[in-house]
């Protein structure tokens, strides 16, 4: 009877904390839908530009490719391009995975049994993206060899495709330096900031500050500024640590590292100050162990950091436009990898700031100098 007694005891006090149990049974589910969703296996949606500078026979059937990876498997989404220039710019500019130049006489070429060339311009920074890109057209290239055969029996077997990579070589390990950062920036947040406010509240040290003169904006401001000035550090550690193991460099050099720089100050201070207006008035600090796997999970794996989010589904997509962590990941790729400007970088730069702006005022707000 006297362990009923306990029993009966600890189970009152968690039926009066419903939200404990009903964590334990949503989180798993809302795992599953998110990281079900965020790898799909096979890549859907990429993104491509072609741009036909040829419209004979060959060059036709290699659209008629493209268009029905479109229409069937969804492996891609095309949009046509009379400028190659241009294509391959915005492919650098990250508005394309690739871009596929068919050249003037391609047909011609093919039908004289001569050397016939696809040109294929790859965002390899992403290389899961580049890879399937690459199987693609290959296997496009051999879809024309079997369903062309003229009565001159041209070589087929002379249609190649030139693939063609825009940036530096970037591996496997070396591309999950930008999602390791950005979850070092949400650790911080959580590790420096809002969790050691909830636990000196729950110890009681908060309870000094109400027999002081501070304002709560000094209170906020001084818990705000060390938690970003920790998480900032530990992001950059994280960075130099990382290129130190996979052997890379910054392509920009020290521009690009002050631009890297800023950027980790803002998308620290954007979810510090997230993390605050939403925890900051929770009453135990299991309450925010409890919902940091939680964010942690539907803020990083939708963010490109690991998977395209081209593949994800419409619903996860949507989110991803607006999730900081998808904006921050971009940014630091674009940076690191390709050596961007600042244009380049402004969209998801501005995102961050106005994300920063609005979370510090929801920060504010909900700070408050009281018990």
Request: hydrophobic share 50%.
């Given at each position: 009877?006297?362990t009923f007694?306990?029993m009966?005891?600890?189970l009152?006090?968690?039926?009066?904390?419903?939200?404990?149990?009903?964590?334990?049974?949503?989180?798993p589910?809302i795992?599953?839908?998110?990281?079900?969703?965020?790898?799909?296996?096979?890549?859907k949606?990429?993104?491509?530009?072609?741009?036909?500078?040829?419209h004979?026979?060959?060059?036709?059937?290699?659209?008629e490719?493209?268009?029905?990876?479109?229409a069937?498997?969804k492996?891609?989404?095309?949009?046509?391009?009379?400028?190659?220039?241009?294509?391959i710019t915005?492919?650098?500019?990250?508005q394309?995975?690739?871009?596929i130049?068919?050249?003037?006489?391609?047909?011609h070429?093919?039908?004289e049994?001569?050397?016939?060339?696809?040109?294929?311009?790859?965002?390899?920074?992403?290389?899961?993206?580049?890879?399937?890109?690459?199987?693609?057209?290959a296997?496009?290239?051999?879809?024309?060899?079997?369903n062309?055969?003229?009565?001159?029996?041209?070589?087929?077997?002379?249609?190649?495709?030139?693939?063609?990579w825009?940036?530096?070589?970037?591996?496997?390990?070396?591309?999950?330096?930008?999602?390791?950062?950005?979850?070092?920036?949400?650790?911080?947040s959580?590790?420096?900031?809002?969790?050691?406010?909830?636990?000196?509240k729950?110890m009681g040290?908060t309870e000094?500050?109400?027999?002081t003169?501070?304002?709560r904006w000094?209170?906020?401001a001084?818990?705000?500024?060390?938690?970003?000035?920790v998480?900032s550090t530990?992001?950059?550690?994280?960075?130099?640590?990382?290129?130190?193991?996979t052997r890379?460099?910054?392509?920009?050099?020290l521009p690009?590292?002050v631009?890297?720089?800023?950027?980790i100050?803002?998308?620290s201070?954007?979810?510090?100050?997230?993390?605050?207006?939403?925890?900051?008035?929770a009453?135990?600090?299991?309450?925010?162990?409890?919902?940091a796997?939680?964010?942690?999970?539907?803020?990083?794996?939708?963010?490109?950091?690991?998977?395209?989010?081209?593949?994800?589904?419409?619903?996860?997509?949507?989110?991803?436009r607006?999730?900081p962590?998808?904006?921050?990941v971009?940014?630091?790729?674009?940076?690191?990898?390709?050596g961007?400007?600042?244009?380049?970088?402004?969209?998801?730069l501005?995102?961050?700031?106005?994300?920063?702006?609005?979370?510090?005022?929801?920060?504010?707000i909900?700070?408050?100098?009281?018990?």
């Amino acid at each position: 009877m006297r362990t009923f007694a306990i029993m009966r005891r600890d189970l009152l006090k968690l039926m009066r904390n419903p939200l404990t149990l009903v964590s334990t049974i949503l989180m798993p589910i809302i795992y599953l839908v998110i990281i079900g969703n965020s790898f799909q296996g096979q890549l859907k949606h990429l993104p491509v530009v072609v741009v036909a500078q040829d419209h004979g026979l060959y060059a036709r059937r290699v659209v008629e490719q493209m268009l029905a990876l479109q229409a069937g498997p969804k492996t891609v989404e095309v949009t046509f391009m009379s400028d190659p220039g241009k294509a391959i710019t915005d492919v650098r500019n990250g508005q394309y995975k690739g871009a596929i130049v068919i050249p003037p006489n391609f047909s011609h070429d093919v039908a004289e049994g001569r050397l016939a060339e696809i040109g294929l311009f790859t965002d390899n920074v992403d290389s899961v993206s580049a890879s399937t890109l690459e199987a693609v057209m290959a296997d496009a290239a051999a879809a024309i060899k079997i369903n062309f055969v003229t009565a001159r029996e041209p070589k087929l077997d002379q249609i190649v495709m030139r693939p063609s990579w825009l940036f530096q070589y970037v591996d496997y390990d070396r591309s999950l330096i930008p999602g390791v950062i950005v979850m070092a920036i949400f650790m911080g947040s959580l590790m420096a900031g809002v969790f050691n406010w909830v636990m000196d509240k729950f110890m009681g040290v908060t309870e000094c500050y109400l027999v002081t003169p501070l304002s709560r904006w000094n209170i906020a401001a001084g818990i705000l500024g060390s938690g970003v000035t920790v998480t900032s550090t530990a992001a950059i550690l994280v960075l130099f640590i990382g290129l130190l193991v996979t052997r890379g460099t910054i392509s920009g050099g020290l521009p690009a590292l002050v631009t890297l720089i800023g950027i980790i100050i803002i998308t620290s201070t954007g979810l510090l100050a997230m993390t605050f207006a939403l925890l900051g008035r929770a009453s135990h600090p299991r309450l925010v162990g409890t919902f940091a796997g939680f964010l942690n999970v539907i803020l990083f794996f939708p963010s490109g950091a690991i998977y395209p989010i081209e593949s994800f589904p419409p619903w996860l997509r949507a989110f991803a436009r607006y999730n900081p962590e998808t904006h921050a990941v971009s940014a630091i790729k674009s940076i690191l990898f390709k050596g961007a400007d600042f244009p380049a970088v402004a969209h998801d730069l501005t995102f961050l700031l106005v994300f920063m702006a609005i979370t510090l005022v929801l920060a504010s707000i909900s700070f408050k100098r009281t018990l």
